[in-house]
């Protein structure tokens, strides 16, 4: 007779999770799941929003409930969903995010070279199941869109999954930005499957349509937010300078050994597979230790990106449509150079440009399909008078440039 199991966890968004599945539990309880805890979901968005200091858990916790909701309404609307399904469904999105790094996407491919995120989560799992005896072979063809309902993955991964819907959410919560704010609860009244895909019920239209112009104002007023996009560009300065003067033969300690391994090592996939055991005691505190440590490093521009950082006495950033004037450029690099005493080719840790972009709908990627009541079905851009029209599938791009104020 399988144990029965039911805890309940208190989320300040949703109110009480509950957990009524072994098998979930057991996920839940396992170290490398724990390790989310110490990992931000929002990097150093906290710096404009204090409130942002929820974690990877959190919002893994988040989607789980979410898919939780999702999967009771589909089957009461008569959609075909096995316990065994249903359990496997519960685990991918558990472990959707379970590959990222320190400070998640801000160090993405900068700390382990080459290698996404979606790649480490399908590795862990992959161990995951060789220590569960197997259990976790359907949640892995789930996450992996190698099972036969699409539509179990595209509650997972696609332009209306519940990962999506929780970040939103949550992050709207702890920003306390509330153009974030969707009604995910209609959403997922909404939700229906046809011929195997995710689709929503034609009364859902308004719903989705805030739900893709509230993730287009959370990505340029908070992911995008110019002081959030110069701290976090600051941490991907701070590693590359780091690994540099490593590679000249310069002392360069971490302030923990799982990150000091990882900063000087040749990483990658193969490499990672190798050392899933060390990348899953790698979180934010091993790196920001680190940069409190190098903030009295003898390398001038280390210490100062450093010093930036954990004084909040960032990098200035601006933002533009249009590319920033070459020669203006030119005069701030000499600046810096000379206020910091530091050489010409040093000088592009203090001062650099970059794009950034934002699409608020993208059919390319998984679509937005609306059921009608006469069962005929149509992407969301082709609706009559639909606000998500073929112009906002177009990406928006805006110029930055982060520099030393001296």
Avoid at 99 to 120: C, K, Q, R, Y
Avoid at 160 to 168: E, K, T
Wanted: hydrophobic letters at 40%; glycine letters at 4%.
């Amino acid at each position: 007779m399988t144990n029965r199991i039911r805890k309940i966890i208190n989320d300040p968004v949703y109110g009480f999770i509950t957990i009524d599945d072994p098998l979930v539990f057991q996920v839940i309880a396992h170290p490398w799941y724990q390790r989310l805890r110490r990992v931000h979901q929002m990097a150093f968005a906290h710096l404009v929003y204090p409130g942002a200091v929820h974690t990877r858990l959190h919002h893994s916790l988040g989607a789980y409930h979410l898919m939780c909701n999702a999967l009771n309404e589909l089957k009461n609307k008569g959609v075909d969903i096995t316990p065994e399904e249903e359990t496997a469904a519960k685990i991918a999105i558990l472990l959707h995010d379970i590959g990222h790094g320190p400070f998640s996407h801000a160090l993405e491919n900068v700390l382990i070279n080459n290698t996404h995120h979606e790649t480490i989560s399908i590795l862990i799992m992959r161990v995951l199941n060789e220590q569960m005896k197997g259990q976790l072979c359907k949640a892995i063809d789930i996450f992996t869109n190698n099972y036969t309902k699409p539509f179990l993955h595209q509650l997972i991964s696609g332009q209306l999954d519940v990962d999506r819907m929780d970040y939103l959410t949550r992050d709207s919560f702890y920003t306390g930005v509330s153009e974030g704010v969707i009604g995910y609860d209609r959403i997922l009244k909404m939700l229906a499957v046809k011929d195997g895909d995710l689709m929503v019920e034609e009364k859902g239209i308004y719903s989705i349509e805030k739900f893709l112009v509230a993730r287009r104002l959370m990505y340029w007023q908070v992911y995008l937010h110019k002081t959030v996009l110069g701290a976090e560009k600051t941490l991907v300065k701070i590693i590359e300078r780091a690994k540099e003067l490593i590679k000249q033969g310069q002392q360069v300690q971490a302030a923990s050994l799982t990150f000091d391994f990882f900063l000087k090592s040749a990483t990658g996939t193969a490499f990672i597979e190798q050392h899933l055991d060390k990348f899953c005691l790698l979180d934010d505190f091993d790196v920001l230790a680190t940069i409190k440590n190098w903030i009295f490093h003898a390398d001038t521009v280390l210490s100062t990106l450093c010093r930036c950082l954990i004084e909040r006495r960032l990098l200035k950033v601006k933002l533009q449509a249009e590319p920033f004037d070459q020669e203006w450029i030119k005069t701030q690099r000499n600046n810096i150079c000379h206020h910091l005493n530091i050489k010409d080719a040093d000088c592009d840790y203090l001062i650099f440009t970059g794009e950034a972009e934002n699409t608020t709908y993208d059919p390319s990627e998984e679509r937005i399909t609306i059921l009608f009541k006469n069962g005929t079905v149509k992407d969301i851009s082709k609706v009559d008078n639909a606000l998500i029209h073929q112009a906002l599938a177009s990406p928006v791009k805006k110029y930055y440039i982060c520099y030393y104020n001296c």
